[in-house]
């Protein structure tokens, strides 16, 4: 603390208010009437320690390994035992489906026609 007195009472360390007539403690010096080495806004973020802890994150929901209902499960079967499929091709609609699953709960009909025309062999 400094002997310099206060720039916003003037050394008073009371404030009056002209239009009620009623005085408060100025808020520059909090009634000591001199002015003060510490900023006037004090920094209280992060001082309580629940600041400190990590947020409760949720667990990340894993994905399902396979198709889960009869149909995709099915059709999964078919899509592996296609001998003139490649690996990268099966693994992409094996995951076409499992992602069908997760938006429509099960295989469609439509779904599966359209999977099993992608699992003929070309020029049939």
Do not use: Y
Not at 50 to 61: E, G, I, L, M, Y
Not at 72 to 97: P, Y
């Amino acid at each position: 603390m400094t002997s310099e007195s206060c720039g916003v009472c003037g050394g008073d360390g009371r404030i009056a208010n002209s239009f009620s007539g009623s005085t408060a403690t100025c808020p520059g010096c909090h009634g000591t009437g001199r002015r003060s080495d510490d900023p006037r806004f004090r920094d209280v973020t992060k001082t309580k320690p629940s600041h400190f802890r990590q947020p409760n994150k949720t667990a990340a929901v894993e994905k399902p390994q396979g198709p889960a209902s009869l149909e995709g499960i099915q059709l999964a079967r078919e899509v592996n035992a296609a001998a003139h499929l490649s690996s990268g091709t099966k693994a992409k609609l094996t995951l076409e489906i499992i992602e069908h699953e997760a938006t429509h709960g099960k295989c469609t009909q439509t779904f599966i026609k359209k999977v099993r025309k992608q699992l003929r062999p070309p020029g049939s």
